[in-house]
């Protein structure tokens, strides 16, 4: 697969979580197994079961690219995603 056009020719961005102490590193996307996007800018939820993120979705041929918001467990499984909207959803938090 060529990511280079992927994040405006960023590539592709992983979210990982670690310790502290920099150890336990992992990879929540490829755990996931969603590693063929661009995600950033993670928020975990205020339990942290939960972590929202903004995607730049690779659609299908039938529809746009576009910034939208998904959520996924702490593990980095159940893949949600939220918004479909036609405009730039970025940047999510959870309200404490």
């Known amino acids: 697969m060529n990511y280079s056009g992927q994040n405006w020719g960023s590539g592709i961005w992983h979210i990982f979580k670690v310790r ?3 150890g336990e590193l992992v990879d929540l ?3 996931g ?3 063929d996007r661009a995600e950033y800018l ?3 939820s205020p339990q942290g079961t ?3 993120f903004g995607s730049l979705y690779e659609a299908n ?3 746009e690219s576009h910034n939208n918001v998904f959520m996924m467990n702490a593990d980095g499984g159940s893949l949600t995603r ?3 909207s036609e ?3 970025m940047f999510p938090v959870w309200i404490y």
């Open 20 to 22: 502290r102490d920099g």
């Open 29 to 31: 996307s490829l755990a």
């Open 33 to 35: 197994n969603h590693t």
């Open 42 to 44: 993670p928020s975990f």
């Open 50 to 52: 939960h972590i929202l």
């Open 61 to 63: 041929t039938s529809e």
């Open 82 to 84: 939220l918004t479909f």
């Open 87 to 89: 405009a730039s959803d």
